[in-house]
């Protein structure tokens, strides 16, 4: 009987056994079955969808469940929206046998194990990855990635972002700066990518551009000391008193983020890639205004714009301003200028000195030929009040109008009596220009964040 079963050509094909009870032989339903182990990738058929599970068909002598927590590192999914009967999938086996005798399978896993191993890969190749942003969070995105890579705020663009629910859904190509298997942990930076995406633009704007140029850019970013302009895959800086022929005292008078503007390169820096801007370059000079139709003697009207210890200075075009010195205020000695004008009065002034080459004006009031054109009396409260040191007029300006030295000469007579030069310069300080000590443009201008 031993020597008929060993030889029954049954028992080679595998589907039968020998029952050690009866010695008869039987069916071998367990060796048709794959064999699977717990952890392990297999590939099967979605067979059904149901509102919290899936079942799949692996080839096992039960079909497999995927509870719906386990088919999507997405939170709160409808099955439906995943899988569809007859798709076929890869899932790891979590559980032969449950408490129930089913095999419980995991979708998210399967794809955690395979995405893994692709992202290890592509870090340690240098190679981007590409992932779908499912969430804002705080800080950041949250990417699918088969695997959730974090996207920090500060890295999604080359500039600051400011509304990232704008990148909900979309595809994102990203490189891996940080990997940590053990904490499941994948960082991501998309900046990465398009910095070097615009590496090669860069170099070609450098090449292109010469100094005078006159191109057209985006304002990308505005801070206190200027704004920031895309040049088509590159960032110039205008420097604030760059912005307007005027003076500016934030950018954001000026410019604002989006806008487009024509500038003039005003500087290149090739070897640190920096780029200096000007925009009140491609407009019209209202200096030139000044020396075509004013002359030296000339009675103008003006308004005063700033009232500073030793004069006040008066606007009478656009853009142009000159100072009325403390002693060309009024007949009289003034010690304190607001005793004669305050900021804002609309006035009448007589050019007393024009120069072209420093590009400033010095005004006399007093010889104007008419007082303060509306009316202003002398107040002895403000006479009595100093003027703090915080009203000094800014350096920029200072940059177009005279200063004292334009208007003191080797002598200067007040109530009649002479002052000496040097009396006049230890109490009436000459402005001098000031010089931008911020930075020329980055060709990449870091975020609030970095």
Request: aromatic fraction near 4%; glycine fraction near 6%.
């Amino acid at each position: 009987m031993a020597s008929d079963t060993i030889n029954d050509p049954r028992l080679a094909e595998g589907v039968w056994t020998t029952d050690p009870e009866t010695g008869e032989l039987v069916p071998d339903y367990e060796s048709t079955f794959p064999t699977i182990e717990e952890g392990q990738v297999v590939n099967g058929t979605v067979v059904r969808v149901d509102k919290d599970e899936v079942l799949v068909d692996i080839g096992y002598k039960s079909e497999g469940v995927i509870p719906v927590a386990e088919l999507s590192i997405r939170r709160s999914i409808n099955p439906a929206d995943e899988v569809s009967v007859g798709d076929d999938i890869a899932a790891l086996v979590l559980t032969k046998e449950d408490a129930e005798g089913r095999l419980i399978l995991s979708k998210k896993r399967a794809r955690f194990e395979i995405a893994w191993k692709a992202i290890e890969t592509a870090h340690e190749q240098g190679n981007p990855v590409t992932g779908r942003v499912i969430e804002v969070v705080k800080g950041g995105l949250i990417l699918d990635l088969g695997v959730r890579g974090f996207l920090p705020a500060s890295l999604v663009d080359i500039r600051r972002v400011q509304d990232l629910e704008e990148f909900t859904g979309q595809e994102l190509v990203c490189k891996v700066i940080e990997l940590n298997r053990q904490r499941n942990n994948v960082v991501l930076s998309r900046r990465a990518v398009l910095e070097e995406e615009r590496k090669d633009q860069r170099q070609r704007i450098l090449d292109q551009l010469n100094p005078g140029d006159k191109v057209e850019g985006t304002i990308s970013n505005i801070v206190d000391f200027g704004a920031f302009v895309d040049l088509d895959g590159m960032d110039g800086l205008i420097h604030i008193s760059e912005l307007s022929w005027s003076h500016v005292n934030h950018p954001s008078e000026v410019l604002e983020i989006g806008q487009t503007v024509n500038v003039q390169v005003l500087d290149i820096d090739r070897e640190r890639q920096r780029i200096s801007l000007g925009l009140k370059q491609t407009q019209s000079d209202p200096w030139q205004d000044v020396l075509e139709s004013h002359q030296e003697g000339d009675v103008v009207e003006g308004t005063v714009t700033k009232v500073v210890t030793f004069g006040a200075f008066v606007e009478i075009l656009p853009g142009v301003e000159g100072l009325v010195h403390i002693s060309e205020l009024a007949q009289h000695h003034v010690e304190n200028p607001r005793e004669i004008v305050s900021q804002g009065d609309k006035v009448k002034v007589r050019i007393v000195e024009v120069d072209a080459d420093r590009r400033r004006l010095s005004l006399s009031l007093k010889d104007a030929d008419g007082e303060p054109l509306n009316d202003i009396t002398p107040n002895p409260v403000l006479a009595e009040e100093p003027i703090a040191d915080d009203e000094a007029p800014a350096a920029e300006a200072l940059e177009e109008p005279a200063t004292d030295e334009a208007v003191v000469e080797d002598e200067v007579v007040v109530d009649d009596e002479p002052v000496a030069e040097a009396e006049v310069e230890a109490d009436e300080p000459v402005a001098e220009e000031a010089e931008a000590e911020e930075p020329a443009a980055e060709s990449e201008p870091e975020s609030s964040e970095q």
